[in-house]
């Protein structure tokens, strides 16, 4: 069996590493140990926080929407509730575009919605 050289495969690997690791602060910019955990390290932040954005990102929605709802005098759930029941199918991303730029039309959902909720 043929003998293996690593060496330009390894210094590629090392390379990739502390590339990634550029702008990190003191040795784990410059060091492959401590810049191979921190890149480690980072990757599984990278991979939790884009969950975490998507969840953020729907708090605020609903956030938006209770502040838009709760000037028509109903809460959101009511408000979520009352347009299923009218069966008005919107996300809530538009809903709380509609909330933040549209004031007017939110405000006729919301009539809707209350609407469906007394009858």
Do not use: C, P
Request: proline share 0%.
């Amino acid at each position: 069996m043929a003998r293996v050289k690593r060496a330009v495969n390894a210094k590629k690997k090392r390379r990739t590493v502390l590339n990634r690791a550029k702008g990190y602060y003191g040795q784990a910019s410059r060091s492959y140990k401590y810049a191979k955990e921190q890149v480690q390290h980072s990757l599984q932040y990278q991979y939790r926080d884009r969950r975490n954005k998507k969840r953020e990102i729907r708090s605020l929605w609903i956030t938006r929407i209770n502040a838009a709802a709760r000037m028509n005098d109903i809460s959101y759930s009511q408000f979520m509730h009352g347009l299923k029941l009218a069966g008005i199918e919107l996300d809530r991303k538009v809903l709380a575009q509609m909330a933040y730029e549209d004031i007017e039309s939110f405000n006729e959902l919301a009539a809707i919605a209350k609407k469906a909720l007394e009858a």
